[in-house]
Nanobody, 125 residues
Framework: QVQLAESGGGSVQAGGSLRLSCTASGYAVSNCMGWFRQAPGKEREGVTNINSDGTTNYAESVKGRFTISRDNAKNTLYLEMNSLKPEDSAVYFC????????????????????WGQGTQVTVSS
């Protein structure tokens, strides 16, 4: 049984930083994972993904500010978020594709079959 558990969310002022973690069980983070977010009243949107070979894709809105990474030994996925803006406020979810992947662009949420419960990020101005 695959379980994904996010942590590290919280409240921060604009310009601040947060690091989210996603610990996986029953699934190897070296496969194919991503981060999504959902703000109130909005659809869930892709933030970034990391392919099996370690290549990454980012939404334009977070390029240069967010960094996805993974620690295979700890079986944990990370999202480093810097220069946070109020519009980054949302519930952040980690998600996993069933198998290995090599997306050239940020993949749709529909590829991801395993999801965490989410962690709230609030950025105040």
């Amino acid at each position: 049984q695959v379980q994904l558990a996010e942590s590290g969310g919280g409240s921060v002022q604009a310009g601040g930083s947060l690091r989210l973690s996603c610990t996986a069980s029953g699934y190897a983070v070296s496969n194919c994972m991503g981060w999504f977010r959902q703000a109130p009243g909005k659809e869930r949107e892709g933030v970034t993904n990391i392919n099996s070979d370690g290549t990454t894709n980012y939404a334009e809105s977070v390029k240069g500010r967010f960094t996805i990474s993974r620690d295979n030994a700890k079986n944990t996925l990370y999202l480093e978020m810097n220069s946070l803006k109020p519009e980054d406020s949302a519930v952040y979810f980690c998600a996993a594709v069933r198998a290995r992947c090599s997306f050239r662009t940020l993949p749709s949420r529909w590829y991801f079959v395993y999801w965490g419960q989410g962690t709230q990020v609030t950025v105040s101005s």
